[in-house]
């Protein structure tokens, strides 16, 4: 009775197509990639403005009604997955650029706007939005600030957070806390943004936010390189940053399994043959596009002559470019190599990577239901990924491959979740990353912000 009551009430704030019931919520998913398994829900919901979501978050809240939050549906920890009990709040109807602001160089823009269509809007003004990262074409600029999204380009510009000068939000009592602030220097008192930022929903519903752009490069240069050991890939990222002026804004390590799999029957290009343990993708930004190409091109002659690296291809033309870059993008080419795959997103000191992935990777090949090991990453802030493939689909081998990967974290002050979130699916494995203490103030923090645990419950804490 209660949730006809709930329907009955949203009817009244909500038009026609912005209420979805019965068969209409089968018509939609819970994720970008699972377009075979329809939406369990009681309703979705569609607003478009920030009264509306206050709206109906206040009638939630009155009929205990739990709701989670829809953005782009890229996460990779099942974030958005659904129950037939809750109701959907999609933000993709609030995709609206408010405004940019080209002398203080920020954007003003709803949460559903997709984040690739921020970057375009600010590179027609000349200014740079530096988040880049796979699902940018999918991605909700709400779902990456609610997810803390990272990406290519985390060691030259940092995370969303620092991206991030305002923000809107609706807490899980309808109430509105809007701070649209466009200014670096803020002091006083708490900075309440950051508890939104990265909490993936859990403690109010983004629904509009003020971004930090930056002048947008003038060059865009890069190489592909392959490296003997791990030891030298450190050597290669220490000598690019201190030799590239500044410019160095990408350097991507991709393992020999991985760069095989990513080019063996594909239509990618293959810039170097597949005889070297360690590829690396680097990326220079600059404002001097002849000199800029030809510092870096110095510098890897140089590696070259060092025998830092062993060998390496300039991108000569924007096609070249993009080509080289798409072996790092396209990583949807590793998870259709098997039947079943787990997902990966971890932290560990710089200096440790090549010995703990191998040793990772030793006890997976132990594994007989494991089939594929792909492992890849940002290697400049310390963040691997791993795409592991399986052929069978059960709950005993999926937490035998969680144990080993997450197992050196606590020892070595790593994170399970460098950029990706906790989500649904790491919420077990909290503790390899956080102490006792830390989760307690993380649950005291939710019941405060959310004492009926309704906004995106399940999702990080309880
Ligand atoms: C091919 C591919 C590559 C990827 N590469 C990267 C990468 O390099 N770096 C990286 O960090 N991530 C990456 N991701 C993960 C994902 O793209 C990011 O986490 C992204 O920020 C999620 O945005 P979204 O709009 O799709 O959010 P969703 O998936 O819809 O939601 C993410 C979480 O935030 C909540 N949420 C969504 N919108 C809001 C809102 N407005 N207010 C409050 N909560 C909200 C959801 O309930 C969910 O818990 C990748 C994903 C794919 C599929």
Known sequence: MGKDNLIEELKSILKENQLLIKDDVLTRFSHIWKTNEPLQAIAVTLPRTTKEVSEIVRLCSKYDQQIIIHGGLTNLVGGTETQKNQLV?????????????????????????????????????????????GA???????????????GLRVFRYGMTRQMVLGLEVVLPDGTIISSLKKIIKDNSGYDLKQLFIGSEGTLGIVTRVVLRLQEAPKSRSSAFVAVKSYEKVVKLL???????????????????????????????????????????????????????????????????????????????TEKELHQIWQIREDVAILASKAKFDQHFDISIPISLIGKIINSIITELENIKEVKTIFPFGHVADGNIHFIIGRDIDNSEIIDIINSIVYSPLKKHKGSLSAEHGVGLHKKKYLQTS???????????????????NILNPGRIVF
């Open 238 to 316: 220490k000598y690019l940053e201190s030799e590239l002026s500044g410019n160095l804004s990408g350097f991507e390590l991709i393992w020999k399994r991985t760069y095989k799999a990513m080019t063996e029957s594909t239509e990618l290009i293959k810039p170097l043959s597949d005889d070297y343990e360690y590829y690396v993708l680097i990326e220079s930004l600059g404002s001097q596009p002849k000199e800029d190409y030809e510092l870096l091109e110095l510098h890897i002659e140089k590696s070259l002559e060092k025998e830092i690296i062993e060998d390496a291809v300039m991108a000569k």
């Open 136 to 150: 940018k074409g999918s991605a909700q600029i709400g779902g990456a600030v609610s997810a803390n999204a990272g």
């Open 89 to 133: 709040i999609s933000l993709e109807k609030m995709n609206l650029i408010e405004e940019i602001d080209s002398q203080s160089k920020t954007i003003t823009a709803q949460s559903g706007v997709i984040v690739e269509n921020l970057i375009n809007a600010a590179a027609e003004k000349e200014l740079l939005l530096p988040l880049n990262f």
């Open 434 to 452: 956080r102490s006792e203490e830390e989760i307690k103030l993380m649950e005291q923090i939710k019941i405060m912000f959310d004492p009926k």
